[in-house]
């Protein structure tokens, strides 16, 4: 029997782009026959036709899947929800809008049955992207690599072929803060790196802005490190030497030299550098307390409003039980 690849792609509000998507995935799939071949679209609580665009493809090529999310859960957990439905031997995960080449999946089965059980996508431009976004993504990466005990491949998405057992490893996951790239590097598994130039997107709006990238990129600090934790440690324990040598210099100073006049800017200008700090690690311990608030809750990750499986019969016959 051939091996069936998934791909698993999370869409939201993708209408402009989904037919050409779909018309450049079957273009790949169909000059890979060796395989069979399903297509888990999960539609993430789009407000477009996006749901409707893929039930039409549905109806046309019964390799297709179809999950329909109740609402909105964010990228990471429609994710996960494709994920979870993908009954491939390997599993692709790719985005709709056309950034990364439905090509280099080629190039991932190539390593993927050389033993590898990931073979992610290494970015070497971002074609489309401003200078910030490029800039912050670049200098965000290297900074979790070195604050991480996880090594986060740099310049990574979440483009990747993934085997069935590392799927299966990743599902044992059911965090409510997912921070989905970094979970990928966790579970470990032989992996290869794909490099690759990004091109822009082929048609819509992204829906990240720089509010939801830099909420992003707290999800992965915290997720993953506890290095804020110990800088308010360090720091704490560094002002409060600084206060005891301060204090003792001025009551050294008094004792010999008298009181002086007192400092008034000085004081105010302490305690609100004293204040500022507090507060500051204050708001650090309340970013992994939240987070804290939230796994304890136990909910779910997502609820599907209809799910809607590929008809596998047309295209391999059903697998014998042992």
């Known amino acids: 029997m051939k091996k069936l690849i998934s791909i698993v792609v999370p869409a939201y509000n993708e209408e402009q782009v989904l037919s050409l998507f779909y018309t450049r995935i079957n273009q790949v799939i169909g000059s890979l026959t060796q395989y069979d071949w399903e297509i888990v679209f999960v539609n993430d609580g789009s407000k477009d036709r996006t749901q409707q665009l893929i039930q039409e493809i549905q109806e046309s090529d019964s390799r297709i899947a179809s999950v329909d ?29 056309l950034q990364d080449p439905p090509e280099l999946m080629t190039e991932f089965l190539q390593a993927w049955e050389n033993g590898f059980d990931i073979a992610y996508a290494k970015r ?25 005990q996880v090594q986060i491949p740099a310049d990574t998405g979440d483009y990747r072929l993934m085997s069935r057992r590392t799927v299966n490893a990743l599902l044992k996951l059911r965090e409510q803060h997912r921070f989905m790239k970094g979970l990928f590097a966790w579970i470990g598994y032989p992996s290869k790196a794909i490099e690759y130039r990004r091109a822009p997107r082929a048609a819509g709006a992204t829906k990240f802005n720089y509010w939801k990238l830099w909420n992003f990129a707290l999800e992965g600090i915290t997720s993953f490190t506890i290095f804020p934790l110990k800088v308010a440690t360090y720091i704490g324990v560094l002002i409060s030497l600084f206060a005891f040598f301060a204090g ?3 009551v050294i100073k008094t004792l010999v030299w008298g009181n002086a006049v007192a400092g008034y800017p000085t004081l105010i200008v302490t305690i609100l550098f004293l204040g500022g700090v507090q507060l500051l690690f204050i708001g650090i311990l309340g970013e992994y307390l939240g987070r804290i608030y939230n796994e304890t809750k136990g909910r779910p990750l997502y609820f599907v409003q209809e799910y809607s499986p590929a008809d596998m019969t047309k295209h391999r016959p059903p697998r014998r039980s042992s």
């Open 124 to 148: 070497t431009h971002r074609d489309g992207e401003t200078w910030l976004k490029k800039f912050t993504a670049t200098h965000f990466y290297r900074l979790m690599g070195k604050i991480s």
């Open 69 to 97: 999310l109740s609402r909105n859960f964010g990228k990471e957990i429609a994710m996960t929800a494709g994920l979870d439905h993908a009954q491939g031997d390997a599993i692709i995960v790719i985005d709709a809008d």
């Open 248 to 250: 003792a210099w001025i």
